[in-house]
């Protein structure tokens, strides 16, 4: 892409700048770029740099030109005002985590590079990956390498076959798992124990030990140790 070239397009927006991204991006959904009435004119091109970079360094072929990208009927056609809906009385809403929203755009993203970079048919790909658990989906993107001159599609379906028949992604995931959290040594606890104790009143608690004497130390204990033991205090 040319720097005029380049130019040009940044400076479309709404419909016209998703038609460029689509050219690139063939996976591209409206609701990744339409957010409550408004076009999210910086994410596009934020994107469409992006992947064309990718594209380039893939090597992946001229895309189709604009006038065969296809849009979807009922697109957006700039900002619309929001539509609130009525609540209903008595009924819960249904809250969608950002989170997941975010995780399905990464998604995508991560599916057309993968396409670009291996030349694979994107409708076939497309089929192929989101049928799988994300960790499973971004194993096969991360671990998939050709090996000769077959129909690289074909070599995706069986690859993806083989890693199910050998579980591969899923052992991966456990030994690159923890599973062990930090304990503190027990010498450690004990040294802050000990620290929170007066030295002048350690010294009486050892002496008094030394002739037998039952003491209880003057920092806090747990209600119930203090129900069970008795005795002095120093």
């Not at 991006?25 to 004119?41: L, Q």
């Not at 030990?209 to 209880?216: E, P, Q, Y």
Request: one cysteine or more; proline letters at 9%; hydrophobic letters at 40%.
């Amino acid at each position: 892409m040319g720097e005029d070239e380049a130019d040009e397009r940044l400076r479309k927006s709404g419909p016209e700048l998703f038609r460029e991204l689509k050219r690139l991006y063939a996976v591209a959904e409206v609701p990744d770029y339409f957010k409550n009435g408004v076009w999210r004119d910086d994410l596009m091109k934020i994107d469409l740099q992006l992947i064309e970079v990718h594209r380039r360094e893939a090597g992946a072929p001229d895309p189709p030109p604009l006038s065969e990208v296809k849009l979807p009927p009922d697109l957006p056609r700039g900002v619309v005002r929001p539509h609130i809906p009525t609540p209903i009385v008595g009924s819960a809403a249904t809250v969608v985590p950002a989170t997941a929203t975010g995780s399905a755009v990464a998604d995508l993203r991560l599916i057309a590079l993968f396409v670009a970079k291996w030349k694979l048919d994107v409708a076939r790909t497309k089929a192929a990956l989101t049928k799988l658990l994300p960790s499973r989906r971004r194993w096969v993107i991360a671990h998939f390498k050709p090996k000769g001159a077959a129909a690289v599609d074909d070599e995706l379906e069986k690859y993806i076959a083989e890693c199910q028949a050998s579980n591969s992604w899923d052992t991966a995931s456990v030994l690159n798992g923890s599973t062990n959290g930090v304990k503190r040594p027990v010498s450690a606890v004990a040294g802050t124990v000990a620290a929170t104790v007066d030295p002048s009143k350690r010294q009486a608690c050892k002496a008094a030990s030394i002739i037998g004497v039952r003491l209880t130390p003057h920092f806090p204990l747990p209600a119930q140790s203090l129900m069970v033991r008795s005795g002095g205090q120093c």
